[in-house]
């Protein structure tokens, strides 16, 4: 039965009391461990067609008479249009529309970054398009630009007023502590660049607006056309079949899907608009820069006392503020805790969510920290972190915590630091670091899920979520042949179309599997139960002797015994369709997911360069249900997070605030030949208080404790303090330099 | 415009192109050969990697005329057995880079059928992979014949 609550709903770290129409979830969870197919390593259902070339990306989509069109984007800072004139473009061959400031959203008067889009033109050919933007006549207005941060603030150029977090009394813990450690950290900008860019291709068919794009959230970018255009919801279709990364910069619709409408209505052709990656490294979205000025206290037996930081995301021109000192808040037991954190509004792009957004820069710098107190206490880091773990989230119950069984699956990786140190020589210097992870994941209601069975004995899944390369298509095709009692292979999952299935959540925040993944199951076990029910009847037995198993109908007794196919071939043209719901999430209690990572690490002392060479990633995310997937997944965050701590930075010129940093070789993320050893283990503890599963999202925690368990692996390795990301030479250099005078030895140069 | 003759796995293809064309472009706007794909278009990534005469090329700062030789695409690696290698693997996660990879691994072991992980690394580190599926590519092309 459908039911209304007023709860709270978390995405991204960001919570909203909302209204929830949730339906009950009745089903027990399955037992702990590898189940038939639940728990089993199994090949992506999609993997043949994407890996031959096969798989219809958006930025394959090719319609009938489809135009393809060029964005105009600002060249200053901050600008306005004074004045613009479209008819030379207009003029031009093979051109058919154009669209100005203010005709389509996105599109503004006002450019408040360097490579704000302004104004669009669709042409025949992408060429004629581009050429075509240079004819259009603009004269603008150049404003103030404010380009730093700490200046923004001070100045007062920010989004909304301060976020202000106090428990306990924070400057009497600091002023009665014995040991108090501080530490200003800075994260730069990095950039999703996933590997298709954002793109879209419109067409309007009849009063209809069909979308392909590419995008983590099909009925996000369908319910905010339809708002902006002043469309029934229903008169817009959004398909995404196969998708190129997103990792957080897709789930909205973005200029570039409503230029293309527009210019599709005016035109009367269908229009694609796809970034270059060139604008995906301008225009597209990026992980904010931070400064974090941090305080830990603690008394001499190592139980912290105090935490406290000031906290700047540098956000500039748009976005939303993440929350930067959620780990500080949550990650330890602390009772006294004062953060601060101020949003610069600057003239740069927009930050868009970035997996697992404000917590793995707010990592870094905490976890820094707390090594930086276990060397000022003498105390082994590892010993530091179990004695101040957090058996509350301030007084809210976990839904389930295993940290701590991360840490006693770490000590073995971390038992090998005299092994690693004994492998340094006189240039190359090695240690070990670790950091631990908290984040959310727990995903949540509505999200919904129709199973269909047919004469054929063939199970389809449909549901309009999206498989933004996580692997969910294969995890829900799993979840339904185990609930159902069939091989793999007889299910199959529709998904990435809101006009072909029911609403599902984004692909974002952790949330496909703990959302779907318990919907799926529900549908599934509907459907079952009416093939059962009809069993019952056909062989005139109890329904609740039935049961089916690998494929087959079976009696408690064992004297019933026939394939489901079979069976089914008695339904002719009918079908069992089955619906499921997500149901709620545990009131009054904290979901979250935890890991450990620890990492090996070697510096070159002389030139500051360094090399990840082992990273052992432990995560409790509840119930596998794809450990093959999973381990994907872990190893995709860790090596994004190795280039985010070591090579990756989008630079911009600090005058004109115009992105150097526009190409992949000036963008540098990491090859093949970066990747060290990755060793990945999972707790696979079903949460007993989380849905039907049990089960939790594991997209964003692999990438949020590498870059704080990299520098601690270089403070073991060299007794430097890295204080930014990215660790750069330069960088590294400079905490080498600093650590020798603190030891009193005269720097080198 | 001027004549442009590829043969493209196999098949031969007369058609016109203007001086200029890449020949990623020609390979999927004109020949519909979409498994090549396209993620930077100036030569940095590898997404669209094909081989000429069984040498890895970046299709996008290819010019089509100037192409001498019999091109390969994904579509002409079907059913070569690194496919299968990927898909046991998990090498694939969005699937945007991965007929580059696969075309740039087919390379790499018709040159040297049991490659080292450093050969691996050396062939494959002009294939940018931003979901991180190296590793599994890396156990798929070290056991690409099992
Ligand atoms: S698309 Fe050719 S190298 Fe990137
Ligand atoms: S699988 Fe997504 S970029 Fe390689």
């Known amino acids: 039965m459908a039911r209304l609550i007023r709860t709270e709903k978390e995405v991204e770290g960001n919570f909203e009391e909302v209204w929830l129409v949730v339906e009950e979830d009745p089903l027990q969870q399955w037992p702990a461990g590898p189940l038939d197919v639940v728990g089993r390593p199994a090949v992506r259902k999609d993997a043949r067609e994407r890996v031959r070339g096969e798989a219809r990306f958006t930025a394959d989509i090719r319609l009938p008479g489809m135009l393809h069109a060029a964005v105009l984007r600002s060249p200053y800072a901050h600008a306005r249009v004074k004045s613009i004139d479209l008819a030379p473009a207009l003029g031009l061959p093979g051109v058919h529309g154009a669209v100005g400031p203010s005709e389509a959203p996105g599109l503004e008067h006002e450019a408040g970054y360097s490579g704000a889009p302004v104004a669009a033109v669709a042409a025949e050919t992408f060429g004629q398009a581009r050429a075509a933007l240079d004819a259009i006549a603009i004269e603008w207005e150049l404003l103030d630009a404010v380009l730093d941060p700490e200046e923004a603030v001070e100045r007062g150029a920010v989004h909304g007023e301060a976020e202000r977090y106090e428990r306990g009394d924070f400057d009497r813990a600091v002023a009665e502590a014995d040991v108090v450690v501080e530490g200003t950290y800075r994260t730069q900008v990095v950039l999703h660049n996933s590997m298709e860019t954002h793109q879209s291709v419109c067409e309007w068919v009849d009063d209809r607006l069909d979308i392909y794009t590419s995008t983590q959230y099909v009925w996000g970018v369908r319910n905010e056309v339809a708002r902006e255009l002043g469309l029934a919801p229903d008169r817009v279709r959004v398909v995404c079949e196969y998708m190129g990364g997103g990792f957080g910069s897709k789930n909205s619709a973005g200029e570039y899907t409503f230029a293309a409408a527009e210019l599709a209505r005016r035109t009367g052709r269908p229009v694609r608009c796809a970034l270059t990656r060139r604008e995906e490294n301008t225009a597209a979205g990026n992980r904010n820069a931070t400064i974090q000025k941090l305080t830990a206290a603690a008394s001499s037996d190592g139980t912290i006392v105090a935490l406290g930081g000031e906290f700047v995301n540098a956000l500039g021109w748009g976005g939303w503020s993440a929350s930067t000192e959620g780990p500080l808040k949550i990650l330890y037991a602390c009772d006294n805790v004062r953060t601060v954190r101020h949003t610069a509004k600057i003239n740069t792009p927009p930050m868009k969510a970035f997996r697992a957004p404000g917590f793995v820069e707010g990592t870094f710098g905490l976890e820094c920290l707390i090594d930086q107190l276990a060397r000022a206490l003498d105390l082994d880091p590892l010993e530091l972190r179990r004695k101040n773990y957090a058996s509350s989230n301030d007084g809210t119950p976990f839904s389930s915590k295993n940290l701590r069984e991360c840490y006693e699956r770490a000590q073995k990786h971390w038992d090998r630091r005299d092994e690693v140190h004994a492998r340094s020589d006189a240039t190359w210097k090695r240690g070990v670091g670790m950091a631990s992870q908290i984040w959310y994941g727990g995903g949540g209601p509505p999200s919904y899920a129709w199973t269909r069975v047919g004469s054929d004995g063939s199970i389809a899944v449909v549901t309009a979520m999206q498989d933004i390369g996580t692997g969910t298509r294969t995890a829900m095709a799993q979840i339904a042949a185990e609930e159902f009692g069939v091989p793999l292979e007889r299910v199959e999952v529709t998904v990435g179309d809101t006009s072909r299935g029911p609403y599902a959540t984004l692909s974002a925040g952790s949330s496909t599997t703990p959302s779907m993944g318990p919907a799926v199951r529900a549908a599934a076990a509907d459907a079952k139960r009416q093939v059962l029910e009809i069993a019952a009847q056909r062989y005139d037995l109890e329904q609740r002797v039935l049961d089916i198993r690998n494929g087959r109908i079976v009696s408690a007794d064992g004297n019933l015994s026939v394939a489901l196919d079979e069976f089914l071939a008695i339904l002719g043209n009918a079908q069992i369709l089955g619906k499921g719901a997500r149901g709620p999430n545990p009131t009054g209690m904290s979901v979250l997911t935890f890991g450990v990572h620890v990492v090996e690490a070697a510096v070159d002392v002389e030139t500051g360069e360094v090399r990840v060479e082992r990273v052992a990633a432990i995560h409790d995310v509840g119930r596998i249900i794809n450990p093959l997937g999973a381990e994907s997944q872990v190893e995709g965050g860790v090596i994004q997070g190795i280039g985010h701590t070591l090579s990756e930075a989008r630079l911009m010129d600090q005058e004109t605030g115009r992105i150097l940093t526009t190409t992949l070789d000036a963008y540098r993320m990491p090859t093949i030949a970066d990747v060290p050893e990755i060793v990945c283990e999972f707790i696979d503890e079903p949460d007993e208080h989380l849905t039907n599963l049990g089960s939790k999202g594991l997209g964003e925690p692999p990438i949020v404790p590498i870059a704080a368990a990299i520098a601690n692996a270089i403070r073991d390795a060299t007794g430097a303090d890295v204080h930014e990301l990215p660790i750069s030479r330069e960088e590294m250099l400079r905490a080498l330099r600093e650590a020798k005078e603190r030891r009193g030895a005269p720097a080198a140069v | ?146």
Not at chain 2, 12 to 20: F, K, N, V
Not at chain 2, 87 to 106: E, I, K, L, N
Not at chain 2, 110 to 135: K, L, V
């Open chain 2, 1 to 146: 415009m001027p004549e442009l003759r590829l043969t493209v796995n196999g098949a031969d293809h007369r058609l016109d192109a203007p001086i200029g064309t890449s020949l990623a472009h020609v390979l999927r706007e004109e020949l519909g050969l979409i498994g090549t794909k396209i993620a930077c278009n100036e030569g940095h990534c590898g997404a669209c990697t094909v081989q000429v005469d069984g040498a890895p090329v970046l299709s996008c700062i290819t010019l089509a005329h100037a192409v001498d030789g019999d091109v390969t695409t994904i579509e002409g690696l079907r059913d070569h057995p690194l496919v299968e290698a990927f898909v046991r693997a998990d090498a694939v996660q969005c699937g945007f880079c991965t007929p580059g990879q696969v075309v740039s691994a087919a390379a790499l072991v018709a040159a040297t059928p049991e490659p080292t992980t450093e050969e691996i690394r050396h062939a494959m580190a002009g294939n940018i992979c931003r979901c991180g599926t190296y590793p599994k590519i890396e156990e798929a092309i070290l056991h690409w014949r099992d």
